[in-house]
């Protein structure tokens, strides 16, 4: 069986390395590194010195948020097959192996392998997976979209129809109906070799104690990746939140597609800062952390240490305190709370969180 994983965030690579060695342990495994974070590169030059997989592909990030000339650009080069960093797309595969079927890469490589009677699987990725509708982005550009599609159309036959299987850490928190095969992604726990071998693809070194850690606040682009608008402005959120956290010990975990110096400008202490090279998932499998509180607007990473590893944790969430309002979050919260007995609290607004956040250092 040959396989091809699409990845293009850290925490894609790390469910892949982890499925290579566990569910696809007999497979031919190729992976296909799409840039769109930061180190992509330089990830891809070590998963390929380390030699987990047979072939280790780095592609240039798609469709990025520049001018509409360079985009046509890019899907003119789709209808040629043509990908920056790959100079020859294999002439198959039995299956691809991705995380959701939005990138051209994936469209192109699952129509090759649909052509010939092979099957496109979609990994879990974070709550979305969970709930399909949690984060649909807004149409901003729509002539561009509607080209995008049509091209789309013209180089392959790529559908969720086309999916033969879903993998899951829980499919019991699936929400909604999921016509396709659900199945378990093996636990974390289950995979011995897997601390070592993600620890030397990404360099992994402990700088810091966690253990003493109260806080720890997840960045999330939901404003620059255009999934949702909120109220305020996002530095001056984020400069009233460290402020309130700072009655303990707290940690920001930026978003891989944060710059490293994203918050060099506000009188934040780099020392706070956790490496946006690092998968917040492969921080957690390396450290102490199971005390700690997790606070985002909405990220999934507040809910990883749960659905990854098992754990509980207090989770602060604050999309209602910037006013997004999200129904499906909602049920999936409910049904999140029920399964998995965790405690999670979400103030209405700054002095609800503030008060909360009192009453917990009276303790």
């Known amino acids: 069986m040959k396989n091809a994983f699409i990845c293009w965030t850290p925490y894609h690579i790390m469910v892949s390395v982890h499925m290579s060695q566990t569910m ?70 039995d ?28 990994l879990e990725e974070g709550l979305g997976s969970y709930n399909g509708n949690l984060f649909s982005e807004k149409k901003s550009d729509i002539l561009l979209e509607k080209v995008s599609k ?59 104690k966690f253990s003493d850690i109260d806080f720890i606040l997840f960045d999330q682009p939901i404003v620059n990746d255009g999934i949702v608008e909120i109220n305020v402005d996002e530095d001056t959120l984020t400069s009233a939140i460290i402020s309130e956290l700072s009655i303990g010990n707290y940690l920001i975990k930026l978003h891989p597609r944060d710059e490293s110096n994203k918050y060099a400008h506000l009188d934040i202490k780099s020392e706070s800062i956790i490496n946006s090279h690092y998968p917040w998932e492969l921080v957690y499998l390396n450290e102490n952390l199971e005390e700690t509180i997790l606070i985002s607007i909405m990220s999934s990473a507040s809910f990883s240490p749960n659905i990854v590893f098992n754990n509980v944790h207090k989770i602060i969430l604050l999309y209602k305190m910037v006013g997004i309002q999200n129904e499906d979050f909602e049920v999936f919260i409910k049904e999140f709370r029920q399964i998995t007995k965790s405690k999670i609290i979400m103030p209405e607004s700054f002095e609800e969180f503030q008060h909360w956040l009192s009453g917990y250092c009276a303790k």
Do not use: W
């Open 150 to 208: 049509l091209f789309n159309r013209m180089i392959c036959s790529t559908g969720y129809r086309n999916i033969s299987k879903h993998y899951y850490f829980q499919p019991e928190l699936v929400i909604g109906i999921d016509n396709s095969c659900k199945l378990r992604i093996p636990s974390i726990s289950s995979n011995p070799r897997l601390k070592n071998v993600l620890n030397e693809i990404f360099e992994y070194k402990s700088e810091r």
């Open 24 to 93: 696809y342990k007999y497979y031919e495994n190729d992976i296909y590194i799409i840039s769109y974070f930061d180190n992509a590169s330089n990830l891809s030059a070590k998963i390929k010195e380390v030699g987990i997989f047979k072939d280790v592909y780095n592609v240039e990030g798609e469709l990025p948020k520049v001018g509409v000339i360079r985009k046509l650009k890019k899907l003119y080069n789709l209808l040629r097959r043509k990908f920056a960093g790959i100079d020859k797309i294999p002439a198959f595969y």
């Open 95 to 122: 299956q691809i192996s991705t995380f959701s079927l939005s990138p051209h890469l994936t469209r192109v490589l699952g129509g090759m392998v649909i052509e010939r009677g092979g099957k496109i699987v979609i």
